[in-house]
C-alpha cells in the first residue's frame, strides 16, 4: 500500500482507472463547452431585456425558473446519475441547453417573458445536470485518503469552470452587439451541438453508476455533515448573487454609464480572475480544508460587502468604492466557493456519491434562486446599499452554520 501511495502522489495511475479518467476528461470537456454557452446566455438575457426597458426586478424573474428547475434538477438529477450512470446525465444536460438555445433563436419580437421564462427552465435543468455530473465524477478518481490531491483536483476543476463562465460573460456581450439575440443562440446552439454528437461517441462507461440501486427516497440525504454543509452553500451563494446577478450589472450600466460590452467586459474579467483564485485555494488555506477553516473564511468574506455599503453610504467615490470591493470579494469568495466544493466531494459517499453531491448542489440552486429573486427586488426598491448589508447578514450566517461542521472530513 505505501508503494501505491506514493506512486499515485507522483502521478502514476493504476491500469484499471484509465478508462475512468479518460470518460472522466470528457465530461470535464462537456462541462467546459457547456459553462460558455451558459454565461453567454445569462448575460445576453440580462442586458438585452435591460435594453427593451425591463425593470430590475422583472429581469429578475426571468431567472425563477432557471434556479427554481435547478433545485430540482439536483435532488432528481442525483438519483439519475446514481441510477443510470454520469455519462447519461451528461447527455441529457448538453441536449436540452441546445433546445434551450434553441428556443431563444426566434425573432425578438417573439421572446415574450413566459417563453424566456421557459428557455431558463429547460437551460437550468441542464446545467445542473452538467455540474453534478462533473463534480460526482472527480470523487471516483482519487483514493478515499488522499485529501490534499482530492482538495487540488477539485480546486482546478471549479476554478478551470469559473473562468470559463467568464469567458462567456464577455462572450455574451459581444455576440449581443455584433449579432444580435437571435443569432447568437444560434451560433451557440450550432456549436454545443457539435459537442453533443462527440460525446454521444466518447462517453461509453457508466462512470457513477450505483452497485447498489438507490431508492427514490434516499435523494434526501440522511448526513449531518452534508446537511449543515449545503445550508452554509445556500445561504453563501444567496449572499453573491444578492447583489451580483441582477443588481450590478444594471448598476454598471445606469450609474458608471457602462456600455453593455463593457459591462460584459468587466464582469467575464472578474469571473476569470474569481476561476483562478479557486484553482490556488489550496495554497492559500492549506492543502486540507476543515471546519476551522470554513469559519474564518466566511467570517471575513462577511466584512467586504458591509465595508462597500459603509463607504457608498458616506458618499466616497462609488467607482473606487464598488470596483475595489468587488475586487476583493471575488478573492475571499473563490477561497470560500473551492472550500465549499472540496467539503462536499469529501464528506460524500463513495458508492452512490451523486446523491449526496445532488443534494448539496440542490441547496446552491435554492441559495442562488433566494439571492436572484432579492438581487432584482432590493435593488430596485431600496437601492445597492441595501443588498450589500443583506449579502454580508448572509455570509456571515455561512459562517455560524459552519461551526457545525466535523472538525475535518473523515478518512
Not at 433563436?105 to 437551460?123: E, F, H, R
Not at 462512470?207 to 427514490?216: D, I, V
Not at 444567496?238 to 447583489?243: F, K, L, M, T, Y
Request: hydrophobic content about 55%; overall charge positive; some cysteine.
Amino acid at each position: 500500500m505505501p508503494t501505491v501511495r506514493r506512486n499515485w502522489r507522483a502521478g502514476w495511475v493504476p491500469p484499471d482507472m484509465t478508462a475512468a479518467i479518460r470518460q472522466y476528461l470528457v465530461i470535464t470537456g462537456n462541462y467546459w463547452a457547456f459553462t460558455l454557452t451558459d454565461g453567454a446566455l445569462r448575460m445576453l438575457v440580462v442586458l438585452h431585456f435591460h435594453q427593451l426597458g425591463y425593470s430590475p426586478l422583472e429581469i429578475a424573474l426571468l431567472f425563477v425558473f432557471y434556479e427554481f428547475f435547478g433545485v430540482v434538477t439536483n435532488l432528481v438529477g442525483g438519483y439519475l446519475g446514481a441510477r443510470m450512470g454520469l455519462n447519461r446525465t451528461m447527455n441529457l444536460g448538453l441536449f436540452l441547453q441546445i433546445v434551450a438555445l434553441a428556443m431563444l433563436a426566434v425573432p425578438a419580437a417573439m421572446l415574450t417573458v413566459p417563453w424566456v421564462m421557459a428557455a431558463q427552465a429547460l437551460s437550468g435543468i441542464a446545467k445542473d445536470l452538467n455540474k453534478m455530473s462533473a463534480k460526482s465524477g472527480i470523487k471516483l478518481l482519487v483514493p478515499d485518503t488522499q485529501h490534499g490531491t482530492l482538495y487540488k483536483w477539485v480546486a482546478l476543476l471549479t476554478g478551470s469552470k469559473n473562468t470559463l463562465k467568464g469567458v462567456g460573460f464577455f462572450l455574451g456581450g459581444v455576440l449581443l452587439m455584433e449579432a444580435r439575440i437571435t443569432g447568437a443562440v444560434m451560433i451557440m446552439a450550432l456549436a454545443l451541438g457539435l459537442v453533443w454528437l462527440a460525446s454521444l461517441f466518447l462517453l461509453k462507461q457508466e462512470l457513477g453508476k450505483s452497485k447498489a440501486k438507490p431508492k427514490f427516497t434516499d435523494i434526501l440525504s440522511k448526513s449531518r455533515a452534508i446537511n449543515v454543509l449545503s445550508a452554509a452553500r445556500m445561504v453563501l451563494f444567496g449572499a453573491r448573487d444578492v447583489w451580483f446577478v441582477v443588481a450590478l450589472p444594471v448598476y454598471l450600466h445606469t450609474v458608471f454609464g457602462w456600455d453593455f460590452w463593457k459591462v460584459g467586459g468587466f464582469l467575464a474579467c472578474w469571473v476569470i480572475g474569481y476561476g483562478f483564485i479557486q484553482t490556488i485555494a489550496p495554497r492559500i488555506t492549506g492543502s486540507r480544508g476543515s471546519r476551522q477553516t470554513a469559519v474564518f473564511w466566511a467570517a471575513v468574506l462577511a466584512l467586504v460587502p458591509a465595508a462597500i455599503a459603509i463607504g457608498l453610504m458616506a458618499g466616497w467615490s462609488p467607482q473606487w468604492v464598488v470596483i475595489g470591493g468587488l475586487l476583493m470579494f471575488g478573492v475571499l469568495f473563490a477561497v470560500n466557493s473551492s472550500l465549499h466544493s472540496y467539503l462536499i466531494v469529501s464528506y460524500a459517499r463513495g458508492d452512490g456519491v451523486s446523491l449526496d453531491v445532488g443534494f448539496y448542489y440542490m441547496s446552491n440552486a435554492a441559495g442562488r434562486l433566494m439571492g436572484t429573486l432579492l438581487s432584482g427586488w432590493v435593488y430596485q426598491v431600496y437601492g445597492l446599499e441595501a443588498c450589500l448589508w443583506m449579502s454580508a447578514g448572509l455570509v456571515a450566517m455561512a459562517a455560524l452554520l459552519s461551526l457545525g461542521l466535523p472538525e475535518r472530513p473523515p478518512a
